[in-house]
């Protein structure tokens, strides 16, 4: 049987079928990035408490539409513990809207241990409906994990060149 | 293990137990007073809070920085 190909970029054109494995839909918008911002550090952050602190990751973001969601996703870099024991340290996502107080959308947990080569990546994400098209702050807080009160933790530790590790918050708006 | 001001001031703060984040790393007095916060405290949302005063300067730390190199 002879074998016939289709050049896809030039021989199809229209709408497959939903019968035929496609859509049906002559335009798709749902699931669409509309926005993305980004913020980033190199600051090391060094922190001995139980108690949230800032990290130096935070966003403002305005969204188009009450129905968009936010994909927000961070990358927290080299997490180090200094404690000869080890440590667990713990970071959260908070969001505000319009200069109100803050609310925590989602709280992580990270072990680390105490070598130079035990440095850790925690990397928290999360989906977030925010029903709002007021100004959005989403930004990334940290703290010694409780039980763990000893030394310190830090993030964005230095690296062997003599500079600091980056890291980066970034969040999309997604049409739904 | 790399030595550096933060570890100092752990050294420093275990006598009385402080506890502080400490921004990158300061290099004079008016760059500790921006960037290196000692907690005494937290809300309701376990935020910490900061003191208004710092129980060790910038040159205390490096002082003892130098002795542990």
Redesign the interface.
Known sequence: MALTTVKLTAGVTGTLPAGNGGTGATSYSPGKVLQVIEDDSTTATTFTDTTYVDVGLQVTITPSATSSKILVMANCNGWKCNSSGGGAGQMRIQWDQAGGSYTNLAEYEGHNGYADNEINNISPMYLHSPNTTSASIYKVQAAQLNGFSSGSMRMNNRQADGGYMRSSIIVMEIAV | ??I?L??AL?EL?KTDNH???????PTNQTEWEVNV?F?N??DE?????FSDTQPFTYAQTKTKLDSML
């Not at chain 2, 506890?19 to 790393?25: A, D, E, N």
């Not at chain 2, 949302?45 to 809070?49: F, P, T």
């Open positions: 293990m790399i550096d933060a570890e752990i703060c506890k502080f984040v400490m921004y990158g790393m916060k907690i405290g937290k949302n376990n935020n910490a809070l």
